[in-house]
């Protein structure tokens, strides 16, 4: 049975800049309360009307195919991961594929958030192992910004987020490759952190006890109501000390795992990217591993969090840096929504 690696890696972030100074023309916020809590001085938004997530996805793809040293036609699996797609129904999945000319091959959408491209690229690992397919498009791209609160009852969540895609492409490998993956969830914590309205839930889980909600029957419906409109159901909420205090705990854990499955120790970590949810949590984590700066590779400062968008980003950009190179050993870690989670370590072919 081959390993399967990595075999080509490409990004895209949309040309507008929004910085802190920008985001207080709508809300009570300012950078210096931004960067205490979320370390982010900037972000990307794509332009409405001309870019979405397929488009953001469809770029970045671009050039992790011609990194690859294949066409478009070599590809025989797509995986696209997103929070944000296009449509409720169908995927980002067969967008991509109809437009990049590739009809007929397999596309399958997940939605795992900000874990996204760590289960994709289990997935993706499992299909080149057994052989069944020699070339998966791994696709995590989001275009968070129209969907965003951009009041001042807003502004915990819509600080941190921004938009932009990374993409790669996974191949059999003669060489270690991708050495293992862990992927995990816990639902008991589903609502803490989702974008709950619209959907068809019907206000069945609202009524638990710490998640605050009340008149839990005026929730639900997998339509918009104005009820949701007017009291601001139909935007994502977030409770963040409960996400941050999960996070630091199952980070370290399933890098330790990772490790421990393979035989290695954080010493001999040459690049850790983890998800950029957050820098207080990265370095949070980063100290619990002992790892020093130039082992972590963090860009939440310029790009916000893009969710399933965020580690092939940092991934593709610490490369391209000249910071992971030929048989290096490659952590990725990630926790969102679900809540899930996962790590991969990777040899760098």
């Not at 794509?46 to 011609?66: D, F």
């Not at 070599?74 to 967008?95: E, H, M, Q, R």
């Not at 990217?273 to 980063?286: E, G, K």
Request: proline share 4%; glycine share 12%.
């Amino acid at each position: 049975m081959p390993n399967s690696k990595i075999a080509g890696l490409g990004f895209y972030v949309p040309e507008r800049v929004v910085t802190n100074h920008d985001l207080m023309e709508y809300m009570d916020t300012n950078d210096e309360w931004i960067q205490e809590r979320t370390g982010i001085k900037e972000r990307r938004f794509g332009v409405k009307h001309e870019e979405t997530t397929t488009t953001m996805g469809i770029e970045a793809a671009k050039i992790a195919i011609e990194r690859a040293g294949i066409t478009n036609k070599d590809v025989d699996f797509i995986i696209f991961a997103t929070l944000s797609p296009d449509y409720y129904f169908p995927g980002c999945g067969v967008l991509l594929q109809r437009e990049m000319g590739m009809q007929g091959i397999g596309a399958l959408d997940i939605r795992n958030q900000c874990s996204g491209f760590i289960y994709g690229l289990s997935i993706a690992d499992q299909f080149v192992k057994s052989g069944m397919y020699k070339n998966v498009l791994l696709v995590g791209a989001e275009f968070h910004s129209p969907g965003l609160d951009y009041s001042t009852r807003g502004r915990n969540v819509t600080v941190i987020f921004g938009d932009g895609a990374g993409a790669a492409i996974i191949q059999p490998s003669e060489g270690e490759g991708i050495l293992t993956t862990h992927l995990h969830a816990d639902g008991t914590y589903a609502e803490q952190l989702a974008y709950i309205n619209p959907g068809s839930h019907g206000g069945k889980w609202l009524g638990k006890k710490g998640f605050g909600y009340e008149n839990e029957d005026k929730f639900g419906g997998m339509f918009i109501t104005q009820h949701m409109m007017d009291n601001a159901l139909t935007f994502p909420n977030m409770n963040g000390p409960a996400v941050f205090k999960f996070a630091v705990t199952k980070f370290p854990e399933v890098v330790k795992e990772a490790l421990d499955a393979t035989g290695h120790t954080t010493e001999d970590i040459d690049m850790f990217i983890p998800h950029q949810a957050n820098l207080r949590i990265s370095q949070f984590v980063q100290k619990r591993l002992g790892l020093p700066d130039e082992k972590v590779w963090n860009n939440i400062q310029k790009y916000g969090n893009t969710t399933a968008a965020s580690i092939p980003i940092a991934l593709c950009e610490a490369m391209e840096a000249g910071k992971i190179k030929k048989g290096d050993l490659v952590c990725l870690a990630a926790f969102g929504s679900g809540f899930t989670w996962g790590s991969a370590l990777i040899r760098w072919q």
